[in-house]
């Protein structure tokens, strides 16, 4: 946001706290079987991962010639890395002769990546390099048509993103003038300090849902860190398939005495983003939570989540460390994954058909529309019958 829609956006909370209340949205209903269907899953992984971009992880991860580092999407093993010309690259994390994984590490450094099965080996760049007894067992093979398979990616706001076959141009068509957004916040210039991968026991969209509204704050991080937000001043915006919200410090407060060119809009407010269909970025006031969720299984789910600071950050700062594991290991696993957990064991009750979303909790009735707009819309595409 640059300093125009960042001064705009605390006049409107400012004038939304002076009358005691919050931006009140559209209700909605949420279809409780969507949350434990197999048959739903599937068509989400079909209609939905494979036709969005994907935030796969921050550039950052990768600062190295050599830097890579391997994870699962759905039934799609991938390796992104950094090859030894500088150039970030995306592969299918399978071996052209057998099928076996290249690696199973999860992040590292390597100049090529060889086959455990057979010792096929491929350089960094993704061509096929070395195979054993390859003029006896192997006389005709052409080794240039065995490289890696690519898989497109593009970075984008400091992130890498997964770019599917549909998607002709460059995504930022895709990410709604976000992508100019979080460039204003300086995302390119961050690192991450630290990343943590948790597994709840829960549907992912679940995940997403938390993470979509402030409306559950006062109740359930009422220990944690309910006591530095205001109960209103809250606004939230459609982008898009996306969304952003914002939630209001205490701090915002001082902007009733204070310039407007000295007002702190990262210090005073708690901006967090919904990027469609999987990833949340919660603006902290001096580091950025990156939530990336992928299901595993219509009651599983993964998450990755990063801290990212500014290069300028002090890495060593016992603060880092203090302030990620408040956020990740209180507010995050046992508050907020604790409580989609104990919704996902209400879920097969047979209980209810519907919930209801309230007008605060607009972003995650539009998270779900999002859904059913991409599930009617690709699922109608002959190629992907």
């Keep these: 946001m640059d300093t125009q829609q960042q001064q705009n956006a605390i006049r409107q909370m400012l004038s939304l706290i002076d009358k005691g209340n919050s931006q009140i949205g559209e209700p909605g209903k949420l279809t409780v079987s969507h949350y434990a269907d197999a048959d739903r899953l599937e068509k ?120 599917p076959h549909n998607i002709e141009n460059s995504i930022r068509s895709e990410l709604s003038g976000i992508d100019n957004e979080l460039e204003h916040f300086g995302l390119e210039e961050h690192v991450i300090r630290v990343s943590d991968i948790q597994r709840p026991r829960c549907n992912w969209k679940l995940v997403i849902d938390a993470f979509s509204e402030g409306y559950h704050l006062k109740n359930l991080h009422k220990d944690s860190v309910e006591p530095f937000f205001l109960d209103d001043g809250v606004i939230f915006e459609r982008k898009g398939k996306h969304s952003r919200s914002i939630g209001a410090r205490k701090e915002i407060l001082h902007a009733n005495t204070t310039p407007e060119q000295e007002w702190d809009f990262r210090g005073w407010t708690t901006p967090f983003y919904t990027l469609f269909p999987n990833t949340v970025l919660v603006f902290h006031p001096d580091w950025i939570s990156r939530i990336t969720v992928f299901p595993d299984g219509t009651d599983n789910c993964v998450v990755y989540h990063d801290m990212l600071v500014t290069k300028e950050a002090n890495l060593e700062d016992s603060y880092c460390d203090k302030t990620f594991a408040l956020i990740n290991q209180q507010v995050f696993a046992k508050e907020d994954i604790a409580v989609c957990e104990s919704i996902q064991s209400t879920v097969r009750s047979g209980a209810d058909e519907h919930w209801v979303t309230g007008g605060l909790e607009t972003p995650v009735t539009w998270f779900h529309q999002e859904i059913e707009r991409a599930l009617t819309l690709f699922s109608k595409e002959p190629s992907r019958q």
């Design 44 to 163: 989400e992984w079909n209609y939905l991962f494979k036709t969005q971009p994907i935030l796969l992880t921050h550039s950052s991860r990768l600062r190295n010639k050599g830097d890579f580092v391997s994870m699962d999407i759905g039934d799609l093993p991938i390796i992104l890395n950094k090859d030894r010309h500088g150039k970030i690259r995306c592969f299918v994390n399978s071996c052209r002769h057998r099928g076996a994984r290249l690696t199973d590490k999860p992040c590292g450094n390597a100049k090529a990546f060889k086959c455990p099965y057979h010792g096929w080996a491929y350089m960094d760049t993704g061509d096929l390099q070395f195979i054993p007894k390859e003029t006896d067992a192997f006389p005709t093979l052409d080794k240039l048509a065995l490289g890696l398979r690519n898989l497109r990616i593009e970075e984008v706001a400091g992130f890498i993103w997964l770019v």
